[in-house]
Structure formats: structure tokens, C-alpha cells
């Protein structure tokens, strides 16, 4: 799990998704409500998510940090 303060934009990390190990780069720290990677994010300052892209396929994320693993 990586915690928050570790994660900026280009940082390598890994995530699951449908059963699955993605790998990728933090894209962006959302801190506001806003649209991103399809869907609305209810991200704010006390609740950080953060924007992710596959290394692999190039799609974009949402996921908050407990579920990242730093690489």
C-alpha cells in the first residue's frame, strides 16, 4: 500500500483491477470533485485519488491510494 505523501506524478505503480496486477504511472493527485478516466471522482483534500495510466494499454484510472503499490 503506498501512502499518500509517496505519491507524485511519474511515480511507477501497480494495482488491481478485474483479478488482475496493472502497472503504471501516477498521472495527477485529484483533491476536488471532477470528472476523470470516464466516471465522477469524489476526491477532496482530506481524501485524496489519484489519476493512474496503464504502462500496457494506456487507459486511465481512478483509484485511491490504499489501493496503490508503489513499484
Known sequence: ????KD???G???SW???GHTVE???EQKLTKRTEAAGRT?????????YKVKSAKTGRE???KPEALHRD
Open 41 to 49: 471522482v469524489d476526491a477532496s483534500p482530506d481524501d485524496p485519488q
Open 1 to 4: 500500500m503506498a501512502h499518500d
Open 61 to 63: 484510472a481512478v483509484h
Open 24 to 26: 503504471g504511472t501516477v
Open 16 to 18: 488491481s483491477s478485474h
Open 7 to 9: 505519491l507524485s506524478k
Open 11 to 13: 511515480t511507477g505503480v
